[in-house]
């Protein structure tokens, strides 16, 4: 039986902004150099106990999922990236008239998955610190600002 487990090299990190609010952009996502690893992204599925008193055993209910808040990139803060970031960090300061800006994680070509989407938020980069016999580093920080989606890939420029 063939495996068909697709492997992360050639996968891609982009960026776009919205044309109009509240509307995924479907074009002109630009890609992020430089990103060396994506941690786990998925909804935390919080509950409520709401057990009677008089259950021999616990009931829940769902809470409202938890994307967990800020989604760190791990980067290596060389030129070609720190290129990329100022140009998405320009387009993300001027957004205006409620557009936000939209990150995908696409997998590598041939592999037939959709690509992963959410709206974010960015600041400035920190240091990234040193370490004896280690490439420069950094951490890129994203912070969820609505819902995640799977989407068909839209190539990055």
Do not use: C
Not at 11 to 21: G, L, N, P, Q, R
Request: net charge negative.
């Amino acid at each position: 039986m063939p495996n068909n487990a697709v492997n992360s090299p050639g996968s891609k990190v982009s960026w776009a902004v919205e044309t109009v609010a509240g509307t995924r952009p479907t074009t002109g996502f630009k890609q992020l150099k430089g990103v060396t690893a994506v941690p786990p992204i998925a909804n935390d599925l919080p509950t409520h106990d709401v057990t009677p008193i008089d259950a021999a055993n616990r009931h829940y209910i769902m809470a409202l999922p938890d994307p967990g808040g800020t989604i760190g990139l791990t980067v290596n803060d060389a030129k070609d990236f720190r290129d990329s970031f100022d140009e998405m960090k320009t387009a993300y300061d001027a957004l205006a008239d409620g557009k936000r800006l939209w990150i995908q994680i696409s997998y590598p070509s041939g592999s037939e998955l959709d690509s992963f989407f959410f709206p974010a938020d960015t600041g400035d980069l920190g240091f990234g610190g040193i370490d004896v016999d280690t490439p420069l580093g950094n951490t890129l920080n994203f912070a969820v600002t609505g819902d995640f989606t799977w989407a068909t890939a839209v190539d990055p420029t």
